[in-house]
């Protein structure tokens, strides 16, 4: 019965947001008074909700602190959270929603496929998005109003790469990753980045971002005996290959991007399995800074839960958001994204300088996984 | 022919696990004629009922998945206990009913475990057994031998007790089980517990081999179903062959077809069931609407 209901107020509620013309909504005026009205929207139910929760508790913990501390200008931020259930139809609905309601930013979301598909809509009701996504199509589309708190997938395998090939003389390099829009980006990326440097995989594998079987393609690996296995998945599925291509007694070296450097790739495949895999990421542990401990414990006293990295680049994000909104006085549009690409801020994850296309950072460093934590690889 | 057989392993692995699944479904639908689209929901609390336990005591896995087993037996017969009013009276809401459970069991378990998940450690600590080039991973033996036996279990239960034997007459005509004093309702139940402790058998064999979270019986509850299809929807024997064929055809497609795998998996399915629709061991189909 409430089924029913609800699904016939979403069917309502879609028929009018679709009604809405575009960036024809009554955006807040200059000078205004009352709350800034920030929209964070991050997927809260559904498979990818983990990543959703934290990057909501990374964004709310700079506002909340921004707040405190007296607001923008004295006036408080207000900020709401939706849930987009890691669904870009959901997100394109809820881009509409918030153009017509007023918001004067968007943070979040996590996913590539959601920002990507919201990005035309924002870019209309000149909406600035500081988005989580690192896929290389955010960045191709030139969109003055989308920023990437992270770097793309290409900055990440460029410098795993350049570890790799350049610094540790690997040539025999086997590729494993899912045709998901995540695993997609680093295939392509790692990919490219190996053809610069004249090396040929000696095996590329693509599984589907459901599979949990690995035995068909991990043999196959095997008789090509690897030094390097590269895996392009997200955070459990690097696991259960990884898990895997031991018990198949694949002896290479793991490498990938960020989602081997978490506590979720290294228990899933087990401590000892996951000992030395290498690891590209802008954000390698919560001790590898002062400021990194700092924000790590601020976190923990908040949430009671470790911080990492979907948190601290929200919060980067979320940081960056605030200082742009200081300088404009509150003021959206065009003036707050403009803001917002001046801003340089020594942030957690790195320098932030944005780029034409929107980019944040442009460099990421290399980790090795020891004991299930990450920690810097010394300089060679 | 090491890539062949490497590949086997990991089909009839999961093959296994699908085909307990599946087990699961037919013993449902062949006493009630209902499909219970909250198996795979079940299966998950399974996992996670047995991962708990397992990492919070550390006694042996096999009283973990006791536990488990125990606690999703009572989980369906709870659901069962719900539906019983509609039995026979609107056999639409009953599938719309299941589907609401498996929705509060997903709900629930974020509720209680939080959205992230947990891996759970191999429960058998010895490393893989190597024939000839081929690894054999200790843990997927004691799936493969703990799945046969609770098939083994479950068919003496069915042909050699007097409960099992009503419940096969339950499943044959409920009007003249009636008639010659069999409580539809006792069996209905049964069905329930046997087929959520079937999932929970699966989800806490499947537990240390995946990663435990929230949405894990999406996938499981759906590769169970299509093996069920498979198999010959109803029948157990069936189901054992669907389980162990879908494992297996999902493990080649895997090899052969790279990212088209699963819809290759998934045509050939199609196919199948085209050509044959009522699955390989089919039988006349119950309906009770």
């Avoid at chain 1, 881009?95 to 996590?110: D, N, P, Q, V, W």
């Amino acid at each position: 019965m409430s089924f029913a209901r609800s699904s016939i107020a979403a069917a309502a509620f879609i028929a009018l947001a679709a009604c809405a013309p575009p960036g024809q909504s009554a955006a807040p005026e200059a000078g205004a008074t009352g709350p800034l009205k920030i929209a964070n929207i991050n997927a809260q139910s559904g498979q990818l909700s983990s990543l959703g929760q934290w990057e909501h508790k990374g964004v709310k913990l700079a506002i909340d602190e921004a707040n405190k501390a007296g607001g923008v200008n004295g006036r408080q931020i207000q900020l709401d959270l939706f849930d987009d259930q890691g669904d870009p139809t959901i997100g394109t609905n809820l881009a509409r929603k918030i153009a017509s309601e007023g918001y004067i930013a968007m943070l979040g979301t996590a996913e590539s496929a959601v920002t990507l598909a919201m990005a035309p809509i924002l870019k209309d009701a000149k909406i600035p998005n500081i988005t989580s996504g690192q896929s290389p199509k955010l960045a191709e589309l030139k969109s003055p109003f989308l920023f990437l708190n992270a770097p793309t997938s290409v900055t990440f395998d460029e410098t795993l790469a350049k570890y790799l090939v350049d610094d540790k003389g690997h040539k025999k390099i086997a590729l494993i990753s899912n045709n998901g829009a995540y695993g997609a980006g680093e295939h392509d990326a790692f990919l490219a980045a190996l053809k610069s440097r004249n090396v040929t995989p000696v095996a590329d594998e693509i599984v589907t971002p459901d599979q949990k079987d690995f035995n068909a393609n991990l043999a196959k690996i095997r008789e090509e005996e690897p030094e390097v296995l590269f895996i392009g998945a997200e955070e459990v599925q690097s696991g259960l290959i990884a898990k895997q291509a031991r018990e198949l007694g694949i002896e290479a070296t793991f490498a990938g991007g960020a989602p081997m450097g978490t506590d979720v790739y290294a228990t899933t495949a087990g401590t000892e399995t996951a000992e030395d895999s290498v690891v590209s990421s802008p954000y390698l542990s919560n001790e590898a800074s002062d400021e990194i401990k700092a924000f790590a414990a601020k976190y923990k006293a908040a949430y009671g839960e470790d911080a990492r990295m979907h948190v601290a680049k929200a919060y980067d994000g979320a940081s960056i958001l605030i200082e742009a909104l200081k300088q404009t006085g509150g003021e959206g549009g065009q003036k707050l994204a403009d803001a917002i690409r001046g801003v340089k801020r020594a942030g957690l994850l790195g320098d932030y300088t944005f780029d034409a296309n929107g980019v944040g950072i442009h460099e990421t460093k290399i980790g090795l996984v020891k004991d299930g934590k990450v920690e810097p690889e010394a300089a060679s | 022919m090491q890539v062949f057989l490497q590949t086997l392993i990991g089909g009839v692995t999961f093959g296994a696990v699908y085909a307990l699944v599946a087990m699961g479904f037919s013993i449902v639908y062949r006493t009630m004629g209902l499909v219970n689209f909250a198996h795979g929901s079940v299966v998950m609390i399974g996992a996670y009922a047995a991962s708990t336990f397992y990492l919070a005591t550390q006694l042996p896995f096999a009283v973990a998945i006791i536990v488990a087993i125990t606690v999703t037996g009572l989980i369906g017969l709870i659901i069962e206990r719900f539906l019983r009013p509609l039995e026979n009276k609107d056999f639409t809401l009953m599938l719309i009913g299941t589907i609401g459970f498996g929705a509060v069991l997903e709900a629930g378990a974020v509720l209680i475990w939080g959205a992230t998940g947990h891996a759970v450690p191999s429960p058998v600590a010895t490393g893989p057994i190597d024939l000839a080039g081929i690894r054999i991973p200790t843990y997927n033996l004691v799936v493969i031998a703990v799945a046969a036996a609770a098939t083994g279990l479950l068919a003496l239960f069915l042909q050699r007790t007097k409960r099992g034997a009503a419940m096969q007459a339950v499943a044959m005509d409920h009007q003249a089980a009636t008639a010659v004093g069999i409580h539809v309702g006792r069996s209905n139940a049964m069905a329930f517990a046997i087929g959520a402790g079937l999932a929970a058998l699966a989800g806490s064999l499947i537990g240390p081999m995946l990663y435990v979270n929230p949405t894990m019986g999406g996938t499981l509850g759906i590769k169970g179903f299509a093996a069920a299809m498979l198999g010959g929807f109803g029948s157990m024997p069936g189901a054992i062959v669907g389980g162990l064929a879908f494992g297996l055809l999902d493990a080649f497609a895997a090899g052969n077809f790279q990212e088209y795998s699963e819809l290759v998996t998934f045509l050939v399915f199609a196919v199948i069931v085209m050509i044959r629709p009522t699955g390989i061991f089919g039988e006349a189909t119950v309906n009770r609407a």
